[in-house]
């Protein structure tokens, strides 16, 4: 096994398609797929690579760390009381754990994500 992955920002294999749970939907109708590349630490970190079309979600980071690098599209992130933030391609961010806010995605945005529970 190898201890260096490369993430592939344009996987070739098919991604696990999903929409926003219901009680997490804002507005629009974004859906999402991931290409989940790599998992270590016994199912701690995930890394891969995620999209999401338009639309407005509650995002609710629980215990939940994740690095996101924003490859292409644009987002804004609110986080509950707080001023909104844009992201768009080439930016990088943290959301900690107990981060609860509001994910806009402007444009369709692809990331490479690191999530640590």
């Not at 999402?32 to 701690?44: H, I």
């Not at 609710?60 to 001023?83: D, H, M, N, R, W």
């Not at 391609?89 to 444009?107: H, L, N, R």
Request: charged share 20%; aromatic share 10%.
């Amino acid at each position: 096994m190898s201890l260096l992955k490369t993430i592939d920002t344009n996987p070739s294999f098919a991604p696990r398609e999903s929409v926003p749970l219901p009680d997490r939907l804002i507005s629009g109708d974004p859906s999402f797929k991931t290409w989940a590349q790599d998992v270590a630490r016994g199912e701690m970190i995930h890394t891969g690579v995620w999209e999401a079309t338009p639309g407005e979600t509650r995002s609710i980071k629980g215990e939940t760390f994740e690095f996101c690098q924003i490859l292409s599209g644009v987002v804004e992130l609110t986080p509950e009381g707080g001023a909104p933030v844009v992201y768009k391609a080439g930016d990088s961010f943290v959301m900690k754990p107990g981060f609860v806010g509001v994910w806009k995605t402007i444009e369709t945005v692809r990331k490479i994500y690191v999530t640590v529970m």
